[in-house]
């Protein structure tokens, strides 16, 4: 059997980092992934997908990772129940093997929390760098 996920997407809030009863960090995040397509009207969809990382990686993401920050990961999908005032909810999320920061903090603007795009090469029409620059647009945000 094979359950492995890889998704490219932005982090939709600031993560918080919290910890079991017996001490282990983990942060829940939602990650916004951009559908391949645009929908009738011509907008881009985006799936909202729910999201758990343990342990250091869970403290290295809540230190360093804001909201709209480019993230890579690598897991699986895991599904378990809990209950709430006698109801039963389940919950279906990618478990985080893998986090990877695809964005470097930028201290250009003066705000240290604020993410941006790396400076350009002295190549100014190099190819890569162009299509990156259209992939990483602010206007892709679907939140």
């Excluded at 939709?12 to 009863?21: A, C, G, R, V």
């Excluded at 350009?120 to 190819?127: L, R």
């Amino acid at each position: 059997m094979i359950n492995r996920v890889i998704l490219v997407g932005r982090i939709t809030k600031d993560p918080e980092l919290k910890s079991t009863q017996s001490n282990v960090s983990f942060v829940n995040f939602t990650l916004a992934v951009n559908r391949q397509f645009a929908d009738q009207s011509g907008e881009r969809q985006a799936d909202f997908i729910q999201c758990v990382v343990w342990r250091r990686q869970a403290d290295n993401l809540a230190q360093y990772i804001k909201k709209g920050a480019l993230l890579g990961i690598e897991g699986r999908i895991q599904t378990r129940t809990y209950e709430v005032d006698g109801n039963t909810r389940y919950v279906t999320e990618v478990v985080c093997d893998s986090v990877q920061f695809l964005e470097s903090r930028g201290d250009n603007s003066g705000n240290n929390d604020e993410y941006s795009q790396p400076e350009p090469s002295s190549n100014d029409n190099d190819e890569f760098y162009e299509t990156s620059k259209q992939l990483a647009a602010e206007e892709d945000l679907p939140f």
